[in-house]
């Protein structure tokens, strides 16, 4: 089952563009993680939110954590090519020790 | 600092052959995942370890078995491999015992095809 559904599945878009990655859940999570993932490697982790409501700022990428703490976004604003990647939200329920891992955003940044 | 390996990075098998995937960190984190990554699916896990000499069934455990005899090491086994185990499998680590929150740290990954 999964509980974490990520919209859209693809972006492509052209350099200096914005754009709004989704991250959606009907489980409440005790904090949420951004990861992004370049062909070949493995996920890297862009930014932790705990706090329902709580944005954080990571140059131009911004995240927030929904205030029921269901849901978050990354809002990329003037999208560039080295912004191409596959973006994965993770939320962790408790302290379970373990992630579940949404569906992924594919995004390709076009020069 | 290497952190987390992986190896091999790439292999193919035939249907009912078995194998072992090494994953290796020198963090010296306690906890230890073995995730599968498919297309439109994420990342699923497999099996876990919160420490040397425990393993836990993940989210897809079926056709795989696990070992954490050194906190090091946390080894991922096919017994029979099949098709459906085509995939890339990654490898995670992280560091505390008591608090949440903590990130992942993930190997690079390894490509297994099976025909």
């Known amino acids: 089952t999964q509980l974490l559904e990520q919209s859209p599945q693809f972006l492509s878009i052209q350099e200096g563009e914005n754009l709004t990655v989704y991250c959606n859940s009907s489980s409440v999570f005790s904090s949420l993680q951004w990861y992004r993932q370049e062909p070949g490697e493995g996920p890297v982790l862009l930014v932790t939110?705990?706090?329902?409501?709580e944005v954080k700022k990571l140059k131009r990428l911004t995240f927030q954590f929904g205030d029921a703490r269901k849901d978050s976004s990354l809002h990329i604003t003037a999208a560039q090519p080295g912004d191409t990647g596959l973006y994965l939200c993770?939320?962790?329920?408790?302290?379970?020790?373990?992630?579940?891992f949404g569906t992924g955003t594919l995004l390709a940044v076009q020069p | 600092n290497a952190g987390v390996t992986q190896t091999p990075k790439f292999r193919v098998l035939k249907t009912g052959q078995s194998m072992t995937l090494l994953c290796a960190q020198d963090m010296n984190h306690e906890y230890m995942y073995w995730y599968r990554q498919d297309p439109g699916m994420g990342l699923r896990l497999i099996h876990y370890?919160?420490?040397?000499?425990?393993?836990a069934k993940g989210e897809v455990p079926d056709g795989y078995n696990v070992s954490r005899l050194k906190k090091q090491n946390f080894l991922l086994g096919l017994e029979s491999a099949a098709p459906s185990q085509t995939s890339v499998y990654f490898c995670?680590?992280?560091?505390?015992?008591?608090?949440?929150?903590?990130?992942?740290?993930f190997g690079d990954g390894t490509r297994l095809s099976i025909l």
């Open positions: 995670a680590s992280r560091q505390d015992r008591v608090r949440s929150n903590q990130p992942q740290h």
């Open positions: 939110v705990v706090t329902g409501g």
């Open positions: 993770a939320g962790e329920k408790g302290a379970t020790n373990k992630l579940i």
């Open positions: 370890s919160v420490g040397e000499g425990t393993t």
